[in-house]
């Protein structure tokens, strides 16, 4: 029995001497953090509504839109991974990565599936919170090679998408922004042994990464803002229904209105016509 008069267990005990050399109180042992409320739910589906349609709008933009104050934007913007989309000076870095690759991208000529591939992360709300989905597209085809659903941002989900994807393939570039989840160490160890080439977005080059932004859109006004997810089992069917569709059988404009997975798999059998050897289709991995 402690001073106040309560019972102390032997676990309990043990928990208050923990707390007493590290020097915290228990009141933070046990804190647990809190769901966002539903208006703040609301406010991010909303927001990211606002920012589908005006990718160049930030956290003052975004306040005035919805009359809210700019810290909130800013950090609700911050939850669900947006940054306004426009040319920046190199005042910040997105962190200390042992090795930085240079965009490799620029003026090439991308003529063939598995010559470059791209990723990005985008939020995803369901009913009573949010997920974060990734996607690695092939640049020439708009073929989705591989996807993921998670409720946090770590590098986890993204590593396992990119081995799942390399089952299927190897492309000569790989590329992606500079997020931490790319850049860590584990990601670009991938990469590296599978002898793909690494290009990172560079700073103030809001297109580099265009042909990911433009499938995110497609996600969210065909599939995801169509309907109200209950969960996350219901956003996981729903959105592998959709990315079948859209490799298989969505035409697209600028494949002069053949689907991604027609064009993969043209060009794939006249390259193996070419070079005489075989190699193994993408077809779509899914969760």
């Given at each position: 029995?402690?001073?106040?008069g309560?019972?102390l ?14 020097g ?6 046990y ?7 539903l ?19 930030g956290?003052r ?25 426009y040319?920046k ?7 200390r ?16 599936p ?13 009913r ?8 690695i ?8 090679v ?5 409720n ?21 570039i ?21 002898g ?19 499938l ?14 209950q ?5 996981l ?5 959709y ?10 404009q600028a494949?002069?209105?053949r ?16 070079v005489?050897?075989?190699?193994n ?7």
């Amino acid at each position: 029995m402690n001073e106040c008069g309560t019972t102390l267990t032997s676990t309990s005990l043990f928990l208050f001497r923990q707390c007493e050399l590290l020097g915290l109180s228990r009141s933070t042992l046990y804190y647990q953090a809190q769901p966002e409320s539903l208006e703040n739910l609301q406010l991010m589906r909303a927001i990211d509504e606002e920012y589908l349609q005006h990718p160049f709008y930030g956290s003052r933009r975004m306040a005035w839109v919805f009359n809210i104050n700019r810290k909130r934007a800013g950090r609700l913007m911050s939850l669900m991974g947006l940054e306004a989309i426009y040319p920046k000076p190199s005042l910040s870095q997105p962190g200390r990565p042992s090795e930085k690759y240079p965009y490799l991208l620029k003026g090439l000529a991308i003529t063939r599936p598995n010559q470059a591939w791209v990723t990005d992360i985008t939020y995803i709300p369901i009913r009573g919170g949010f997920l974060y989905l990734v996607a690695i597209l092939d640049w020439f085809s708009r073929h989705v090679v591989a996807w993921e659903l998670s409720n946090s941002l770590d590098s986890g989900f993204c590593i396992e998408t990119l081995q799942r994807a390399l089952e299927t393939a190897t492309p000569e570039i790989f590329n992606n922004d500079q997020g931490c989840q790319f850049t860590s160490h584990d990601f670009v160890s991938v990469l590296k042994k599978a002898g793909t080439r690494i290009s990172w977005d560079g700073k103030g080059r809001a297109l580099d990464n265009v042909f990911v932004e433009r499938l995110w859109r497609s996600v969210k006004d065909e599939e995801v803002y169509l309907h109200d997810y209950q969960s996350g089992l219901e956003a996981l069917s729903r959105l592998d229904a959709y990315f079948r569709f859209y490799s298989f059988e969505r035409p697209h404009q600028a494949l002069a209105y053949r689907t991604p997975e027609s064009v993969y798999h043209a060009h794939m059998e006249r390259h193996e016509a070419l070079v005489g050897t075989k190699i193994n289709p993408i077809s779509i991995v899914n969760p």
